[in-house]
């Protein structure tokens, strides 16, 4: 499985952006999907994360939101109302779909198979 991230860019604060995250390799819909991102200097962090239907979202950092497309094998981060603390690397993650028991776990890079190469964000005020 491979992940791409791709549409980070250079953006003015107040702005939007949208980022893709196409898997490859695999069968897209048996994956649940996330994002992560990580600021110069800090750990990454979770952004929100979508199952493997689409149906449901976790821990989505407002006011982002996340989609996928499963005919396209792909997921989408729509973010809004950028803020300069917004400027980071952004990656796209994958786990297999399975029982999970705590939904907190979402949020832990370690339950996560597979990562993308990440897509910088830049956001100037």
């Known amino acids: 499985v491979q992940l791409q991230a791709s549409g980070g860019g250079p953006v003015q604060a107040g702005g939007s952006l949208r980022l893709s995250c196409r898997l490859s390799g695999g069968t897209f819909s048996n994956y649940d999907m996330a994002w992560f991102r990580q600021a110069q200097g800090k750990e990454r962090e979770h952004v929100g994360t979508?199952?493997?239907?689409?149906d449901s979202t976790y821990y989505v950092h407002y006011p982002f939101d996340i989609s996928r497309d499963n005919a396209k094998s792909t997921m989408y981060l729509q973010m809004n109302e950028l803020k300069p603390e917004d400027t980071a690397v952004y990656y796209c993650?994958?786990?297999?779909?399975?029982?999970?028991?705590?939904?907190?776990?979402?949020?832990?890079?370690?339950?996560?198979?597979?990562w993308g190469q990440g897509t910088l964000v830049t956001v100037s005020s």
């Open positions: 979508i199952s493997h239907s689409g």
């Open positions: 993650a994958a786990r297999l779909s399975i029982f999970i028991a705590d939904y907190g776990r979402f949020k832990m890079e370690d339950e996560y198979e597979h």
